[in-house]
């Protein structure tokens, strides 16, 4: 797939109303500071279009982007972060489900797990709904470029065996640093979306 544009479409916030979009929705979705933001700005070959933070909890809104005016890459806060209050949390994940549930566009959910860590019981819930609603599963381990090459294959299975995965499932390698995983990234997103 190659991107000719991008932009910041759509910022939805705890109150406001979800755009009805009428082009394939992409999702992404994990663990606060597992990379989403910057996985983003990997596939569309931006520095800094999603805002990034070496501090969890920097996307607070639903962000749809633009692509190419094909599609949508859809930038989810992240769950399991700390410093917030458990109101405030609360309402982001509602906020979340809320899209997730509705969304009459949403084409696949992207769900980011950190190479490095056994996947959280947040991961293992996302996954399963995932599953439950019917999208194909797939798995992007993110940060690849903070752990060895050697040990690629071990983390990998302890992402699958964590997440209990089923047949099918997808588990993809990535990093924004490098950029390893990128292009068989956006070959998949293509399939998705022409499908
Ligand atoms: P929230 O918006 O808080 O949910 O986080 P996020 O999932 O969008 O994470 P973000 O993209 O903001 O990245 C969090 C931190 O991880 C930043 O400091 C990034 O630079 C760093 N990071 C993201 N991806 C990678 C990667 O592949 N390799 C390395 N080394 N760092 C990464
Ligand atoms: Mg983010």
Redesign the pocket.
Known sequence: MVIKNVSLETVCGITSPLPQNNMPEIAFA?K???????LINSLVNRKALAR???Q????QTINFYNVNEEMYFVDL??YG?ASVSKEVKEKWGVMIENYLHTSDMLKAVFLLIDIRHEPSANDINMYQWILANGYEPIIIA?????IKRSQIQKHVKMIRTGLNVVGGTKILPF???TKQGKDEILDLIEEITRS
């Open positions: 994990g606060s500071n597992v990379g989403k933001s910057s990034t933070s070496s969890p909890g920097k996307t806060p992240g972060y993110t940060k690849l470029d903070k990093s924004a640093q």
